[in-house]
């Protein structure tokens, strides 16, 4: 089984940027889209950007568009989310996901594994 760990979140000015990363265990990651969600306090896990298995497609959530990155490096099974322009509503923990059926499936799936996923505060 995949393994999952989300690292580069921090505090950050609002109009800053950051990038999140999420390192994949294994041998395997290249069989898995992956997608980025989120979950701000008192709210529900929310999809943010998803990336096919070889990069080719990508999905954003519309209040990100034109300001989230999805990308990701197979040999060195790990995604990224560049976050820039960030706003006091990016603020959230976020976390990453992978299915082996396509991005599209991430963006309305439903998960019962998460990693620890990672905190994003924007300060203003």
């Known amino acids: 089984q995949v393994q999952l760990v989300e690292s580069g979140g921090g505090l950050v000015q609002a109009g800053g940027s950051l990038r999140l990363s999420c390192a994949a265990s294994g041998r395997t990651f290249n069989t898995y889209a992956m997608g980025w969600f989120r979950q701000a306090p008192g709210k529900e896990r929310e999809f943010v950007a998803a990336i096919s298995q070889r990069g080719g497609s990508t999905y954003y959530a519309d209040s990100v568009k034109g300001r989230f990155t999805i990308s990701r490096d197979n040999a060195k099974n790990t995604g990224y989310l560049q976050m820039n322009s960030l706003n006091n509503e990016d603020t959230a923990v976020y976390y990453c996901?992978?299915?082996?059926?396509?991005?599209?499936?991430?963006?309305?799936?439903?998960?019962?594994?998460w990693g620890q996923g990672t905190q994003v505060t924007v300060s203003s």
């Open positions: 996901q992978i299915d082996r059926r396509g991005s599209a499936y991430l963006k309305f799936g439903s998960y019962v594994d």
